[in-house]
């Protein structure tokens, strides 16, 4: 399903069944006049799915450009079955060894770039939550839309796939947010909390965010980072307490 | 390129990009850096033969999808390869798996069993496997455990009880200079700088940045204790076959540097 996140940020909703919860492998569409541009390709897993919802989402036209936030892949899973891997469409990607990460023609973005990409003013910031090395959240200058894998993400119940997060009664659950990152940023056990708070405070300073668009949860609007970030907050310190390493 | 680093388990290496400019190293000058040298933080792959089996941990990048399979090829020869461990998957360690499994029917597939979403990579129908499991391959016995520093949630390391050798994936690598590909850390010129595991690990382990950093080596220690390995061999450095804990011992001082001076950057 597709989902308007901004006016020009359309969220593409894909979830993997953990049985009684789910977990998004979501990718983004950025509407750039004539041009689409789609941050993440997905997984394999979903790829007919999203080879679908493009195809009406851009009336049949296609992908101009493709932005990974890194090459894991449940994020990469489909640049060439959507056409990354041919001249029409640019391929724009984090890794700084292209060649090892599979993607020998993609152009680099290296954190603390700021790139145009079909139109579209993007900066690549340094990642407080990620798993891989080379992962970069992506800040969206024409919507201000934060982009930001594998951090910000929650698991959710299957009625709720294509909820953002004013669709929930209280906001994305404080359990769901700590239950994600415990599972998902397993270094989080070793973390000092306050680093990463510190970390994050800065890039929501420096930018102005009107929406978080995490790849394994539900997008949250403005009005409600807030709230997130309090609950993220507990999750980190939550994570960090309960591994005592003896 | 392979060397056995002991009798019975063989070194695959693949060097990757020179890293000068995208270290900005001639910029820079880290201590270990030599100015006018290249630089390389490699892929690497183990190949452990048992008398009954034979097993292969990680497959290097799909750039040298040629060399790992030739490589198994001369390495097992019509012995066949009985196990594929993949030790995440990620890109560099696993990209490879299927040219792997394609040329190699006889082949078992090995995973992680930590992590909740195997699908996604293709990983369901392997054989998973996590602390305490081990794969007997005759005369020795491969062992795995919870990978305790690490990028991805579906990860696993492994040690070859025989030889006592470690294998920590993405844990302990470092760059090494162009001349220096293939030796053990014994055979370098002069004295093994730390500064190397800081390049290293202030770029892979990203989140080093943020550890508190006396937890953090309080789990170091505890790896030492469990481990005490004879041999260290890592995923993208150099083997350590000479007083191995010591090096270990060397990450307590990675962890606080990192602390101090930041990120340094990214590898990929």
Known sequence: MTVSVTPTVKWVAQCYDHNEKHEHVSLYLLEE???????????????????SEIEVATDGSGLDAIILSHSDYPHAG???????????????????????????????????????????????????????????????????????????????EPNQCGFISSD?????????????????????????????????????????INAVAPVHGNPITGKDVDVYLSRLYETLSRIAAEYDVG | ??????????????????RTEQFELAER????????????????????????????????????????????????????LDYLVVSHPDVPHAGNTYAILEEHSETTLVAPAYGNDHELYKLDESLQVAEGDSIDLGNRVAEFHEATFLDAPVSVWMTEQKTET????????????????????????????????????????????????????????????????????????????ENASEYMELMKDVTQTIDNQGRIGTLG
């Not at chain 2, 390129?1 to 020179?18: C, F, K, L, Q, T």
């Open chain 1, 33 to 51: 006049g004539d041009d689409v541009v789609l941050v993440d390709s997905g997984s394999f897993y979903h790829r007919e799915k999203i080879t």
């Open chain 1, 168 to 208: 929930f009664d209280e906001m994305i659950p404080a359990e769901e947010i700590y239950e994600y990152h415990r599972d998902n940023l397993v270094w989080l056990r070793y973390v000092d909390p306050e680093k990463i708070e510190k970390a994050l405070d800065s890039i929501f300073t420096e930018f102005t």
């Open chain 2, 29 to 80: 000058k880290p201590d270990w850096y030599e100015s006018g040298r290249e630089a390389y933080v490699p892929q690497c792959a183990y190949l452990v033969e048992g008398d009954n089996e034979t097993l292969l941990f990680d497959t290097l990048s799909p750039a040298s999808t040629d060399q790992i399979l030739d490589a198994i090829d001369e390495l097992v020869g019509t012995r066949g």
């Open chain 1, 78 to 156: 489909n640049v060439r079955s959507l056409g990354g891997d041919t001249k029409g469409i640019e391929l724009v990607a984090s890794s700084g060894s292209p060649e090892q990460q599979g993607l020998p023609d993609a152009r680099k973005c290296s954190i603390g770039d700021r790139l145009n990409v079909k139109g579209r003013t993007l900066s690549f910031i340094d990642p407080p939550l990620a798993d891989r090395s080379h992962t970069t959240w992506i800040y969206d200058h024409s919507d201000g839309v934060l982009f930001t894998a594998d951090g910000f993400g929650n698991y959710h």
């Open chain 2, 1 to 18: 390129m392979n060397r056995e680093i002991a009798p019975g388990i063989h070194w695959i290496y693949e060097a990757g990009s020179d």
């Open chain 2, 166 to 241: 470690l294998f920590p994936v993405d844990w302990m690598g470092f760059p090494h200079l162009d001349e220096e590909s293939l030796l053990f850390v014994d055979e370098l010129d002069g004295t093994f700088d730390a500064s190397r595991l800081v390049e290293f690990h202030g770029r892979v382990l990203f989140w080093y940045q943020y550890v508190d950093v006396e937890k953090t080596n309080a789990e170091i220690d505890n790896l030492i204790e469990k481990f005490d390995p004879e041999i260290i061999a890592p995923a993208h450095g150099l083997v350590i076959r």
